[in-house]
């Protein structure tokens, strides 16, 4: 039936990661054009002209082993879906079904599939993770993992930008956005974690950015465990060119799994005796558990002058480079702030902006600056069938 197809189309033309890659009108042509199209998912109605749904679902099943089949059929027809689950389809829809048991279905077949075979995304590029850290509060960690999120975005980069300070997250204020959806959702039922689940509770930012926040209280902070964080990362890893953590200024194993999944750890500290002795001490305990300090690249965030002591005598201290300084500028730091709008977009020309601007541009570098937008499961592909 057309209509079907057709109501099938418009439920799945507003969704990110399934893509309609052909139609057929019967199971005959169905099986030609997965030979074709090899895609990832078919959906297929038990009643078909010429060749029917079971009879393709077997067909499929024998000869085209990574094409997951999923049946659709009105109540009363169990024994078809039993025959049909028999005949190799991997799961089915009863009519009428809702926009979100299609997408749902359709995701977890597809995850299921993806996750016995890690080998055939071995290749697929996967996302940059970025931590900004400090063992010391206040220094500017959101401020720059924010607007270094929004600047990478701006770019035309797909950017996750995590608020893992999971007690008092400051990621949502920071951009104005209501807390209606945290990392704490994902967490609360004791469910696997799956890829349709971290969507539902991402909060997509009108610059483009996606956002997983921190839970709305303290109390929450303690049920996001390492673990949870690790499997939204492998997740969503081949989705996103960067994903970026705001982190506490806290040394526990939380801190510590998510810096050493990190690609490139910021660590933040400005010209104040008390950040130089904590970042001291910081990079100490790191050297003393084998962390990896080639990942550590030092900002000096709020340089300003005349001080009594510099960026020089910051290196000196800590006997490492300075990777970028950022200037202070409280002005435009604390209205971006209190506007919940990032100064990268709002006072491009700011000193303190261009800074983070060029942070992002080295990050880019000139090679990736055009992106071939080639994630896989933001490319689902699904092929529909009906009758
Ligand atoms: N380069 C800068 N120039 C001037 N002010 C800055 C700069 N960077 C950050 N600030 C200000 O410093 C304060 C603390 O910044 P921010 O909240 O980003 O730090 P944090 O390290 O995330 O703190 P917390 O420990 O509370 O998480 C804010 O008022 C912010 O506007
Ligand atoms: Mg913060």
Request: aromatic share 6%; hydrophobic share 45%.
């Amino acid at each position: 039936m057309d209509e079907l197809r057709s109501n099938v189309r418009r439920m799945l033309n507003n969704q990110d990661n399934i893509r309609i890659v052909g139609e057929a009108r019967n199971g005959r042509e169905a099986i030609d054009l997965v030979k074709e199209l090899q895609p990832h998912v078919v959906l297929m109605d038990i009643n078909m002209p010429e060749v029917d749904g079971l009879k393709a679902a077997e067909i499929l099943a024998k000869d085209f082993p990574n094409v997951q089949t999923v049946i659709m059929s009105i109540q009363g027809e169990q024994e078809y879906f039993r025959r049909a689950m028999k005949a190799g389809a991997k799961d089915f829809l009863v009519k009428p079904f809702s926009t979100n048991d299609l997408v749902d279905t359709i995701q977890n077949v597809f995850n299921k599939w993806v996750k016995d075979r890690p080998e055939l995304f071995a290749n697929e590029p996967k996302a940059d993770v970025l931590s900004f850290f400090s063992t010391k509060g206040g220094v500017g960690r959101t401020t720059l993992a924010v607007n270094l999120a929004v600047s990478l975005t701006s770019k035309g980069k797909k950017v996750l930008l995590i608020d893992a300070s999971l007690q008092f997250g400051d990621v949502a204020i920071t951009l104005n956005q209501p807390a209606k959806k945290t990392i704490y959702n994902l967490v609360e039922n004791g469910d696997e974690i799956t890829l349709g689940e971290i969507e539902k509770n991402i909060i997509k930012h009108e610059c483009g950015l996606d956002l997983l926040l921190a839970p709305k209280e303290p109390a929450f902070a303690e049920a996001v465990k390492s673990e949870h964080i690790l499997k939204i990362v492998e997740t969503v890893q081949t989705m996103y060119n960067y994903i970026i953590f705001d982190l506490p200024p806290n040394v526990t194993e939380k801190e510590l799994a998510i810096l050493d999944r990190s690609n490139m750890v910021f660590l933040v500290a400005t010209l104040e005796i008390s950040s130089l002795k904590n970042t001291k001490i910081c990079l100490k305990t790191f050297g003393d558990i084998n962390f990896d300090l080639s990942k550590i690249k030092l900002i000096l965030n709020k340089e300003i002058p005349n001080v009594g002591f510099g960026k020089e005598d910051l290196e000196a201290g800590l006997s490492i480079p300075v990777y970028a300084t950022v200037p202070m500028e409280s002005e435009i730091a604390q209205r971006s702030l209190n506007h919940g709008e990032a100064f990268v977009l709002k006072s491009p020309t700011s000193a303190i902006a261009r800074s983070i601007i060029g942070m992002a541009d080295r990050l880019v570098g000139p090679a990736t600056v055009v992106d071939t937008g080639k994630s896989a499961i933001l490319k689902i592909k699904d092929l529909l069938f009906g009758s």
